[in-house]
């Protein structure tokens, strides 16, 4: 028997057990099974993850900076992103990885952008400047901005209105209430002069429901979700997968 998780708080929404459990179904993996843990203190990580006996986890709200720090290793991106999403029992040690920032740019590989604003300065939008070298940050308060030392850095009071292609929301605003993520005259203006709108929230939101207003083409963040999940996968298995054929039995769940 091989036991993942996902860990979180709140958790219970969470779709990643339908999407992973599709996938052991498929390939015939019956000793394979993918729960849900709630999990109050994301110090606690490593304890829970070794007292369930878990070959593998995936990591969300509020504990990916507490993977990054507790994991035994961390690979690739995520050392960059300092924050993990994915863990992974590999031999003796427990390693840590970030699929979320791949996940999001597979998810909107036929835009055909050059400029991008990236609204939200959290876990999300961190990893996201990592892909998108170039992208300006715009975020309701000054603290976290400061994190991003290569990119040209906006409050909603400096911020002055220029031409993006491409307008990303990664903060929460939406999630759980009605709220726009910038004020609403930023956002007019700047859906005036852009092409794209993508959201990293995977239902319809106010940002994207405005954005519609200005006939943007749009992505919520289901397929961001589906292809980070995809890349999970990849390294909760021991064998070659077909990423399209993993990404579109995620999707046929959600
Ligand atoms: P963080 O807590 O790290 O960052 C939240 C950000 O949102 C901050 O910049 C915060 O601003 C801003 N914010 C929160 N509320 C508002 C508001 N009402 N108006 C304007 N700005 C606001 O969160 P994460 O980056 O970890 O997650 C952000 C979102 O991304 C979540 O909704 C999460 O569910 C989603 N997500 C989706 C994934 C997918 O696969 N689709 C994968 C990963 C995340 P401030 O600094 O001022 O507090």
């Not at 969470?14 to 019956?30: D, G, I, Q, V």
């Not at 605003?173 to 007019?188: R, Y």
Request: hydrophobic share 40%; aromatic share 12%; net charge positive.
């Amino acid at each position: 028997m091989k036991l993942f998780t996902i860990f979180g708080n709140p958790v219970a929404h969470s779709k990643s057990p339908r999407m992973y459990n599709k996938c052991f179904k498929f390939y015939k993996m019956n000793t394979y099974c993918y729960t849900r843990t709630l999990l109050e203190n994301g110090e606690d990580i490593i304890k829970v993850f070794k007292m369930l006996n878990i070959s593998g986890a995936s990591v969300t709200v509020p504990h990916k900076e507490w993977a990054y720090k507790l994991a035994d290793e961390v690979r690739g991106i995520a050392k960059e992103i300092k924050a993990v999403n994915c863990l992974v029992l590999e031999g003796d040690k427990i390693v840590g990885y970030n699929t979320d920032a791949l996940g999001f740019v597979e998810s909107i590989k036929e835009f055909n952008y050059k400029s991008v604003l990236i609204i939200g300065a959290g876990g999300t939008a961190k990893a996201l400047s990592l892909m998108f070298k170039n992208a300006d940050i715009l975020n309701r308060s000054e603290k976290r901005l400061k994190d991003f030392t290569n990119h040209s850095t906006y409050t909603w009071d400096t911020f002055k209105p220029k031409q993006y292609d491409l307008i990303i929301n990664t903060t929460s605003a939406g999630l759980s209430d009605d709220n726009l993520p910038a004020p609403k005259e930023i956002l007019e203006n700047l859906f005036q002069n852009a092409k794209y709108a993508a959201d990293v929230i995977y239902f319809e939101t106010p940002f994207q429901k405005l954005a519609k207003k200005y006939n943007l083409q749009i992505k919520d963040g289901s397929d961001m979700l589906v292809y980070q999940g995809v890349l999970q996968f990849e390294k909760f298995v021991d064998f070659k997968i077909d990423k399209k054929e993993v990404a579109h039995l995620m999707k046929s769940v959600l």
